[in-house]
């Protein structure tokens, strides 16, 4: 049947639970921001390129790939719930309006327990839970209507393996990331996205109805601006020499930190591009870069920091040990404050990339 089980049996690292003061739950209004600014967009995708009148069937399925604990998702599902109702109703299809069923998909290990007593009490949908990696297949074949995926999918399915072989040139020695790093490293991080990216096409392809669509906003690099020089990049360094700093000073053993790599990787408009170009199942209706802040909206070293860590203790935990948190997250705190000139500096336009897919 499905290969469902290699999609459950990934390792993840998903986002804090829980509602405490790390969690994702109140941490995560930076990816809520930048949502908010692709909304009009994904209006004018449902409005001008899905076409309501080629699903036959009821109800209308949408999954959102990658959907944490909340509440950014609830926001997203009933902005796209609402867009699709006003095009059944330019269509001239009241009476055809379908019933509407979401599914949530994350890592199992995601706190879908905090996800489902936040649901929203007016939703017009009914909710379900598909738990497991959508590298690789999460539903039966054209069953899902819309897929929307934000802030997930620059996640690796894995670590490229090189990065911890001392003979390889891509041993990444001394950091933790591809940032700042040998062009062998940043290589080896863009063969795992198109590898994973391969298998996610393919298999969202498979599930879609035809006709039915994929929105995307995944972190991207602008082109011709290094990794370095966006704010991601610039805390991924700022982290990076935050454990180092620890492992100068014995708390942490630099072989620790030379076996440790975050599995993140923004990709560009033009390898996006030319993956969904290679895989060959999916239009492109639209694809373009946007900047993901708000012009009214100042983010802080403490955002960045709080963000961080709600995404990415659980991971560091699990190499480090959860004894050296509080310590490595005061650290990063304190050098976005040394650097902040560099963060509020930092290339912020055209680090969001949209893509809109239609099934052909
Ligand atoms: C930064 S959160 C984004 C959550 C939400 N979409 C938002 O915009 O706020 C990334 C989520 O993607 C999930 N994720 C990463 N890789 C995944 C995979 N292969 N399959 C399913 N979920 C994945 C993580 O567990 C995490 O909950």
Known sequence: MSNNNTA????????????????????????RQATNASRI???????????????????????????????????????IVEAVERKYLAQGLKSEMPEFQVFFNDHVANDFNTLFASLPTERRYFACGVPGSFHGRLFP??????????HALHWLSKVPEELLDKNSPAWNRGRIHYTSGPEEV????AAQFEHDMEIFLS???????????IVLLIPALPTGIPTSHIPIGIMFDLLGSSLMDMAKEGLISEAEVDSFNLPIYATSLEQMTSLVER??????????????????????GKDYTMNFRAGMEGIFGEHFGSGI???VFDRLYKKTVEFSHQLESSHKEGTQLFVVLRRK
């Not at 959907?67 to 950014?72: A, D, H, K, L, Y």
């Not at 940043?186 to 991080?189: K, T």
């Open 8 to 31: 459950t049996m990934q390792q993840s690292f998903p986002m804090n639970g829980g509602d405490g003061p790390h969690s994702y739950l109140n941490n995560s209004h930076l990816q």
């Open 279 to 300: 895989n060959g199942y999916l239009i492109i209706e639209r694809m373009e870069l946007m900047d993901p802040t708000s012009k009214h909206v100042a983010v802080s």
């Open 325 to 327: 948190i509080d310590e």
């Open 41 to 79: 967009t994904i209006e004018e995708a449902i409005a001008k390129k899905l076409d309501v009148k080629c699903f036959s069937s009821n109800p209308f399925r949408l999954a959102d790939l990658g959907c944490s604990v909340g509440p950014n998702t609830f926001i997203a599902m009933q902005h």
């Open 141 to 150: 074949e054209s069953s899902i209507h819309f897929m929307f995926s934000s």
């Open 186 to 189: 940043s290589h080896a991080y």
């Open 203 to 213: 298999a969202r392809a498979k599930e879609l109805v035809f006709g039915g669509m």
